[in-house]
C-alpha cells in the first residue's frame, strides 16, 4: 500500500498483493470503492505520524504486508503497525510526536457519546461530518449529516466539525468507515493544533468489554479496537493520541440515562435519518427507544411492528451484538409481553436481579483510562453509577460463554 497526502486529500494505491475485498479489525470483509478520499477543516502541518495513523484507519482493511507513506514516521508508529498488523512500514526517520494536554470527544450526538461529554464538561469536541465524494453517487441521501453537525455546534461546546467523504471508499457492505477508527482520522490531524493527548470515544460496556456491534459477542478483555494493549490502542498511543473510553465500563441504561440527564438532552440525536427528530422506524431509533423505555420504567412507544425487517433482528435466536440491554429491557419495560418483543421473552430468563450489573460501572474500565484522566471519570462513576460487586463483575466475564 502506498499512501499520498496532499493537504488534506488522500490518495493510495493497492500494491499487487493488497486485496479489493478486505477485512476491518473486527473480521468483518469490507469492500473497496474508491482509493482516494479527503479531510476538509483540518491543518496541512500535522506531525507525520498523525498524517500515518490517520491514512491507516482508512487503508488498514485492505493492506496486506508494507505500507509506505509519503512522509517519514517515528520508529514507534512503525513498531506499532509492525506488532499490530505484520506490516512493514516505513520509511522511518521521524521523532515521536509527544501526547498533548487535552482531552477531547470524539463527538457524535448519540446518547454514549453525550454521556462521555458529560463526564467532561471541558473537553472539546471533534464531529465528524460525512460529505458527498466527488466521483462517487451518493445512494444514501436520508443521512441527514448537517443536521448532526448542527445539534453538535449548539452545545455551545468548543466544537471543530471535520468534513470528510472516507465513508464512500467503501463499496460494502454500505459507505461507512473502513475502520471503527476512520471517524478519528480528522481529530488525529488535528491533534497538534488542539494539543491532544487524548481522544474520547462512547464506546460502552458492550462495545469495549462483551464483544458486541458486529463483533464476538463475548467478553473480550483483549479488544484489537478498543483495548489499550490491543493493535489500535497502541498504535493511538505511539502518535501521542490515547484511546480513552469514559464509558467503556457502564452499559447502554447507563449511558442512555446520563445523557437523558445532561445538559446536553436537547442535543442528543442517534437516528440518522429524520430532520426534525429520530425517525422512530429504523432499527437503530427501536433499539434505542427500547432502552430508554426501560431506563423510565414506562411501556414501549413504537410504530415498528413484527413484520418489519428492522425488528427480525432483535427477535432472532441470541446471540447478538446488544444482547445484554435486550434482556435488561424485557426485565423492566411494563407490557413487554404485549408488544412485538414477546416472542423475545422465550429466549430469555432474564429479572431486574439478573440484569442489575448493566446498571454499574465495571472497574478495569476505569484502571484503563490515562492517569490524567482516569480521576474525573472514577468520581462520576462513583457518583452516577456506582461499581459492579465481585458477583457482577462475573457476569461481564463470563459473557458468550
Ligand atoms: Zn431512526
Redesign the pocket.
Known sequence: MRVTWTGGDLSFRLDPEDEITGRASDEYPVKLATNSCSVGGVPGDAHPDLFAVAAWTIVAPWTRRRVSFDRAISPEVAAALHDGWGVEAGPVAAQARQAGRTLAISYSGGADSVAAATIYPEAPFVHFRRVPHRRVPNRWPHYQSEVLARLATATGREVTVVTSDLEFTLAEPRPGYPEHHAVAAGALLLADRLDLGGLGFGYELGSRWLGGDRYLHRYTPDNPMWAPHGAWGRLFAAAGVHIVLPVGGVSEAVTMRVALNSELRGQVRW?L??TDG?????G??LYKELIQAAVERRPLDTPVTADRPVARKWLAKPPYGGQEMIEYALARIPGIEDTLFAPALDYFEATEESTSWLDHCYPPAIDEIPARWREQTAAFMTAEAGFMTENEARRVETWGS
Open positions: 437516528c435519518r429524520g429520530p425517525c422512530r422506524t429504523c437503530k431509533c
